[in-house]
Nanobody, 116 residues
Framework: QVQLVESGGGLVQAGGSLRLSCAASGSTFRFNVMGWYRQAPGKQRELVAH???????NYADSAKGRFTISRDNAKNTVYLQMNSLKPEDTAVYYCNAYGTNWENYWGQGTQVTVSS
């Protein structure tokens, strides 16, 4: 049973930084894609960034220039370095991954709160 476990969320002041981590357990394969989504209260879940197994990345416009996604394929772990955080970045951040047959997995979410 594949599980994605996020860590690193918390409360930070505007302009600060956080680093999210997501470790996958229960898998022996490399995920095709690993990434991050977020959902703010009253809003739909949206893509933040994802990275393919070949290293290609895709960022939401809101994340470009401030957030950096990275992966450690040997550890099946994905990271999200978030800098210059803004109050509008406040949301629950979810780890997401697609397996070798494009089966989809989600983490339980980690809260990020940015105070003004």
């Amino acid at each position: 049973q594949v599980q994605l476990v996020e860590s690193g969320g918390g409360l930070v002041q505007a302009g600060g930084s956080l680093r999210l981590s997501c470790a996958a357990s229960g898998s022996t394969f490399r995920f095709n894609v690993m990434g991050w989504y977020r959902q703010a209260p009253g809003k739909q879940r949206e893509l933040v960034a994802h990275m393919s197994s070949d290293g290609s990345t895709n960022y939401a416009d809101s994340a470009k220039g401030r957030f950096t996604i990275s992966r450690d394929n040997a550890k099946n772990t994905v990271y999200l370095q978030m800098n210059s955080l803004k109050p509008e970045d406040t949301a629950v951040y979810y780890c997401n991954a697609y397996g070798t047959n494009w089966e989809n997995y989600w983490g339980q979410g980690t809260q990020v709160t940015v105070s003004s």
